[in-house]
Nanobody, 118 residues
Framework: QVQLVESGGGLVQPGGSLRLSCATSGIIFSIYTMGWYRQAPGKQRELVARIFSGGSTTYADSVKGRFTISRDNAKSTVYLQMNSLKPEDTATYYC????????????WGQGTQVTVSS
């Protein structure tokens, strides 16, 4: 059974930091592209950051220079370090695992809430 379990969300003041974690099980973690998405109320889910199996990364323009995605293949865990948080970063953050090599597969976590407010 595949599981993606996010943690680390919470309430933080503007300018603060949070570190999200997504612990996975049931997949060969090292071959998956891992991503963090977010969805704010009334908005579509959007890609925040992605890290490929080889370690290269991509970021949404809105978080470049503030967020850092990383992975620990030994722990089957992906992280999202979020610094200089803004109120507009408030959303539910979801972990995603995607295998693009056939047979393809994709899995989602249950989400963790991040609220940036004073």
């Amino acid at each position: 059974q595949v599981q993606l379990v996010e943690s680390g969300g919470g309430l933080v003041q503007p300018g603060g930091s949070l570190r999200l974690s997504c612990a996975t099980s049931g997949i060969i973690f090292s071959i998956y592209t891992m991503g963090w998405y977010r969805q704010a109320p009334g908005k579509q889910r959007e890609l925040v950051a992605r890290i490929f199996s080889g370690g290269s990364t991509t970021y949404a323009d809105s978080v470049k220079g503030r967020f850092t995605i990383s992975r620990d293949n030994a722990k089957s865990t992906v992280y999202l370090q979020m610094n200089s948080l803004k109120p507009e970063d408030t959303a539910t953050y979801y972990c995603n695992a995607e295998k693009v090599v056939r047979p393809t597969s994709e899995y989602w976590g249950q989400g963790t809430q991040v609220t940036v407010s004073s």
